[in-house]
């Protein structure tokens, strides 16, 4: 079975700072999918960025990038230049690959991430 | 990305009572799901939700607890059935992406359910 941990239940920082959130993962699997999403007070749980393990390249988008390193089956985010409404839940995923299409996210405990004035 | 609705958006409920949640989608999808978000707690699967067939449950999620239907490719509803004070929770509904992301899942907005 898959596991994922974040070792940072809760995280501040001051705004435009940039921010790193940490994620590892467990498994036997050599094919798979990685995800942030972001839970927000509002309770959506918006997506943020994803990462197909066979990609050497870490994802970006915008402000937001991920250091994906398979050896070490970590995948942490990155956030440059926060802003006030960054402030959220962010959840690190895990997906297995299967032919048949998506399985279930095994999630993380999340990150209490807080952006100060 | 599809644009999912949730109805009832939270709901306070007696215990021993009954209570379905539907999930809306603008456009057909494949896959959905169904997860459970206790208070203060990551998500956790209850189960995966196909068309025209039964759905598949996570180990600990029985159907006797949570029916669920799915009709077509637009639309799922989750019954939570003689809830108790455990059950009260935030439940989610997430449908799979796009032609472009066939493994994204994209979420509802949930349902935020207090039973007393």
């Known amino acids: 079975a898959q596991t994922v941990t974040q070792s940072q239940p809760e995280m501040s920082v001051q705004e435009a700072e940039t921010v790193t959130l940490s994620c590892t993962y467990d498994?036997?699997?050599?094919?798979?999918?990685l995800f942030w999403y972001k839970q927000p007070p509002s309770r959506q749980m918006i997506l943020v960025i994803r990462?197909?393990?066979?990609?050497?390249q870490n994802a970006t988008e915008n402000r937001f990038s991920v250091n994906f390193q398979k050896a070490a089956k970590s995948f942490s985010l990155k956030i440059s230049d926060s802003q006030l409404g960054d402030t959220a839940m962010y959840f690190c995923?895990?997906?297995?690959?299967?032919?048949?299409?998506?399985?279930?996210?095994?999630f993380g405990q999340g990150t209490r991430l807080t952006i100060n004035p | 990305s599809a644009v999912i609705s949730q109805k009832p958006s939270r709901d306070i409920c007696q215990r021993g009572t009954s209570l379905t949640i539907q999930c809306q989608v603008d456009?057909?999808?494949?896959?959905m799901f169904w997860y459970r978000q206790q208070p203060g707690q990551s998500l956790t699967l209850i189960a995966t939700?196909?068309?025209?067939?039964?759905?598949?449950?996570e180990s600990g999620f029985v159907i006797d607890k949570f029916p669920i239907s799915r009709p077509n490719l637009t639309f799922s509803t989750l019954t939570v059935s003689n809830m108790s004070p455990e059950d009260s929770s935030i439940y989610l509904c997430?449908?799979?992406?796009?032609?472009?992301?066939?493994?994204?899942?994209?979420f509802g907005p949930g349902t935020r359910l207090l039973v007393l």
């Open positions: 997430s449908v799979v992406g796009g032609r472009e992301y066939q493994e994204t899942q994209y």
């Open positions: 498994t036997s699997e050599n094919n798979y999918y």
């Open positions: 990462q197909e393990a066979y990609k050497q």
């Open positions: 995923a895990f997906m297995k690959h299967e032919l048949q299409g998506a399985q279930k996210l095994v």
């Open positions: 456009s057909q999808v494949t896959m």
């Open positions: 939700a196909n068309q025209g067939s039964e759905a598949t449950y």
